[in-house]
Nanobody, 119 residues
Framework: QVQLVESGGGLVQPGGSLRLSCANS????????RAWYRQGPGEQREMVAT???????EYADSVKGRFTISRDYAKRTWSLQMNNLKPEDTATYYC?????????????WGKGTLVTVSS
């Protein structure tokens, strides 16, 4: 069984920084594709950043140059460093791992951590 637990959310002023972490316990998903998504109030969940098994990253245009996704195999975590935060970054942030088999794809999600950017 896969458990993903996000941490690091909170209240921050515009221009500030936060670092989110996603801890994996149970079944090891560190060699799956990983991502961070977010969902703002009244909005659909959107991709923020992805990190595949080869180490390639992708970012939403709205966060390029400000957010960085990374991983720590030893700690079984992946993180999202968020700099120069803006009010529009306010959302619940979710980590995701994607297991890809020869005939299936399965998503695993954490329960989310709230980030509020406000003065």
């Amino acid at each position: 069984q896969v458990q993903l637990v996000e941490s690091g959310g909170g209240l921050v002023q515009p221009g500030g920084s936060l670092r989110l972490s996603c801890a994996n316990s149970g079944k090891d998903v560190m060699f799956y594709d990983r991502a961070w998504y977010r969902q703002g109030p009244g909005e659909q969940r959107e991709m923020v950043a992805t990190l595949n098994m080869s180490g390639a990253t992708e970012y939403a245009d709205s966060v390029k140059g400000r957010f960085t996704i990374s991983r720590d195999y030893a700690k079984r975590t992946w993180s999202l460093q968020m700099n120069n935060l803006k009010p529009e970054d306010t959302a619940t942030y979710y980590c995701q791992a994607v297991e890809k088999g020869p005939f299936f794809t399965k998503d695993y999600w954490g329960k989310g951590t709230l980030v509020t950017v406000s003065s």
